[in-house]
T-cell receptor, first 114, second 115 residues
Framework: DQQVKQNSPSLSVQEGRISILNCDYT??????FLWYKKYPAEGPTFLIS?????DKNEDGRFTVFLNKSAKHLSLHIVPSQPGDSAVYFC?????????????FGKGTHLIIQP | KAGVTQTPRYLIKTRGQQVTLSCSPI?????VSWYQQTPGQGLQFLFE???????NKGNFPGRFSGRQFSNSRSEMNVSTLELGDSALYLC??????????????FGPGTRLTVT
């Protein structure tokens, strides 16, 4: 059973527009969420995180929104740039004692078109 | 500050063999986690070591094992390799235990191909 789901395997967005990547989770014990970005032949790099006590966290062009009642989070990138083309992974953690480390979604391949 | 390094970067093995992968964390980091990335399953957590002790373990068979040394370097071992073990194996280090508000820093991974 996949506890973190990224239902869009790929997303194509025009340069300068907003990119919205979505993530859903099923485990109500998750209380910390992260987004990672991955280029080919490299490991994922941390982008932004959010704790369940917040509903929004912003860092430059990146904003993560958390809707706990819907068990849904999204990553907004504004404006989108060509260098943003990568695979984005959503990850979740139960910091209260979960034994499974970080649980990742399968990723969304974001393609920024010029 | 040097990043997380993994060796080797690429590896080809045959079914039934065993393999050992190595990970050197960022200096000062005491937690090392291992993940398997495959196209079908995405990133899956294997295990985490903190101060030479296995703290967490994912849902993988006992053929997958690991250890951590006093200098925080970690190795993972896969015995009796199967074709399905072909994957990118990623190591990540962090200051504290993963998921406890410390972001993990990933290495570039070891690409294992089992033939």
């Amino acid at each position: 059973d996949q506890q973190v789901k990224q239902n869009s395997p790929s997303l194509s967005v025009q340069e300068g527009r907003i990119s919205i990547l979505n993530c859903d989770y099923t485990n109500s014990m998750f209380d910390y969420f992260l987004w990672y970005k991955k280029y080919p032949a490299e490991g994922p790099t941390f982008l932004i995180s959010i704790s369940s006590i917040k509903d929004k966290n912003e860092d430059g062009r990146f904003t993560v929104f958390l809707n706990k009642s819907a068990k849904h989070l999204s990553l907004h990138i504004v404006p989108s740039q060509p260098g943003d083309s990568a695979v984005y992974f959503c990850a979740a953690s139960d910091t209260g004692g979960g034994a499974d480390g970080l649980t990742f979604g399968k990723g969304t391949h974001l393609i920024i078109q010029p | 500050k040097a990043g997380v390094t993994q060796t080797p970067r690429y590896l080809i093995k045959t079914r039934g063999q065993q393999v050992t992968l190595s990970c050197s964390p960022i200096s000062g980091h005491r937690s090392v986690s291992w993940y398997q990335q495959t196209p079908g399953q995405g990133l899956q957590f294997l295990f985490e070591y903190f101060s030479e002790t296995q703290r967490n373990k994912g849902n993988f068979p006992g053929r997958f094992s690991g250890r951590q040394f006093s200098n925080s370097r970690s190795e993972m071992n896969v015995s009796t390799l199967e074709l399905g073990d072909s994957a990118l194996y990623l190591c990540a280090s962090s200051l504290g235990t993963s998921g406890r508000y410390h972001e993990q820093y990933f290495g570039p991974g070891t690409r294992l191909t089992v033939t």
